[in-house]
T-cell receptor, first 114, second 114 residues
Framework: AQSVSQHNHHVILSEAASLELGCNYS??????LFWYVQYPGQHLQLLLK??????LVKGIKGFEAEFIKSKFSFNLRKPSVQWSDTAEYFC????????????FGTGTQLKVEL | KAGVTQTPRYLIKTRGQQVTLSCSPI?????VSWYQQTPGQGLQFLFE???????NKGNFPGRFSGRQFSNSRSEMNVSTLELGDSALYLC?????????????FGQGTRLTVV
């Protein structure tokens, strides 16, 4: 069965620190990967997506992620976080040919301190 | 263009009652998916509708059902409500079709069962 795992449930960083959130997936076919962010009281927003091509994808607000097929990973990175990045981050996977059924990781709660 | 609209935003129901939630997708999107978000279980896929047909279904009991209309608007219904059905119900809108695309989420309907 397909699954997505996020290793860090809670992360606390100081402003300007670098961020890396882990995401691993388990899928039997061609996978498409996403990172979503949920700011307090707001809806899920798409940060970035990977369908094919360049495994290093850039998203909004300075975020990027690297698809490493051999490691079944899609880690999210940001060189310098801001207080406004405080939010919950979800990694998600979509199987090609499987319609639009997203499988989500459990989420990582990021708190950025001033 | 307008985003995904879910109504109502908040609902309080009593155990045993039934509830209907509504979702209007982004104009031109033909796929609507529903997710349940709870602190304990995270984001779980309920079902997906595409061109008025259920294309995917998650592991939820038959009390959870849905439908999609010819204008792509979708409703989900939960019958015989249980306390454990208290959750944020999210609707996601996608272009649909055979190629994978990103999903855009609505603000959600917060259902509380008392």
């Amino acid at each position: 069965a397909q699954s997505v795992s996020q290793h860090n449930h809670h992360v606390i960083l100081s402003e300007a620190a670098s961020l890396e959130l882990g995401c691993n997936y388990s899928y039997g076919g061609t996978v498409n990967l996403f990172w979503y962010v949920q700011y307090p009281g707001q809806h899920l927003q798409l940060l970035l997506k990977y369908f094919s091509g360049d495994p290093l994808v850039k998203g909004i607000k300075g975020f990027e992620a690297e698809f490493i097929k051999s490691k079944f990973s899609f880690n999210l990175r940001k060189p310098s976080v801001q207080w406004s990045d405080t939010a919950e981050y979800f990694c998600a996977a979509l199987l090609t040919g499987g319609g639009n059924k997203l499988t989500f990781g459990t989420g990582t709660q990021l708190k950025v301190e001033l | 263009k307008a985003g995904v609209t879910q109504t109502p935003r908040y609902l309080i129901k009593t155990r045993g009652q039934q509830v209907t939630l509504s979702c209007s997708p982004i104009s031109g999107h033909r796929s609507v998916s529903w997710y349940q978000q709870t602190p304990g279980q995270g984001l779980q896929f309920l079902f997906e509708y595409f061109s008025e047909t259920q294309r995917n279904k998650g592991n939820f009991p038959g009390r959870f059902s849905g439908r999609q209309f010819s204008n792509s608007r979708s409703e989900m219904n939960v019958s015989t409500l249980e306390l454990g059905d208290s959750a944020l119900y999210l609707c996601a809108s996608s272009l649909g079709g055979t190629r994978p695309t990103e999903a855009f989420f609505g603000q959600g309907t917060r259902l509380t069962v008392v």
